[in-house]
């Protein structure tokens, strides 16, 4: 039974992942902080799923902290998949040294324990926003992504580029997997088709920044788990491993037509405020996803309306 470390195991991405790779017969260790960044509720209500399955292990611990890090996680594992880090680019503005703190330096604390406990391999989370603004679009995996325009992209990238100096070194082997805009059930409260739902059910106007035809490439969490779960599988399964693979939908959707989408699957009634366009913003997001569809066998298959019925279904029942 292959052993995974999953770090920000009760947020919203890696309480799905953690949960369907129990489902698959994996033996999972969660690590998770409950950084306060929204509601410790509600990452505990995510865990709350899981959190007995007999072949489920968790540990709260903040990975900065490197020595209580080698003390709880000294054992060898088939696997890490490094999820944890502070999210938000308009939060990272306000805050970068939390931000360099909380993501490059906790990775490099993982990744030297790596080295220290034999484990070999990890799936890093990434994010699209080391594009920056790029206009050559689809986004494909060989385009320089050396001019990040916030904090927490700057952050994702410099990651990426300490897992290739480890594996340069020391041989470890490494998917930076850049994530595009995912949603679904347990979506942060901060991330927009939350934040619009809730404003619709509360009959509030919903903010547009812009003139709405800024455009986001969204993908279901499910599609997102699948991809990372078939990443493990392709570093368990090969050697000499390093990888930046795109998971996206490679459907950008204008922010006026998602808006209108969700008032559409929730049945409420609509009211726009247009409000200027935020700093560290980008035009959009849009993945080329060819290399993961040859490398991994990576296949999205929910559609954007599917998605937001899913979740809204889960935001009725909270």
Known sequence: MSKILVTGCAGFIGSHLSQT???KGYKVVGVDNFDPFYKRTMKEGNLSEFRHHPNFSFYELDLCDEARVKEKLSEKFDCIVHLAAKAGVRPSIENPQAYIDNNISATRILIDLMRETGSRKMAFASSSSVYGNMTDTPWSETLDVSMPISPYAFTKKSCELLNHTYHHLYKLDFINLRF?????P???PDLAINKFTRLLYERKPIPMFGDGSTARDYTFVDDTVSGIIKAITYLQNNENVFENINLGNHTPVKLIDLIHTIAEVSGQKLEIERLPMQPGDVNITYAN?????????YAPTTSLKEGLQAFINWYLKQ
């Open 21 to 23: 790779l129990l489902k």
């Open 180 to 184: 595009f805009t995912v949603f679904g």
């Open 186 to 188: 347990r979506q942060r």
């Open 289 to 297: 996803i060819n290399k993961a569809k040859q490398l991994l066998g």
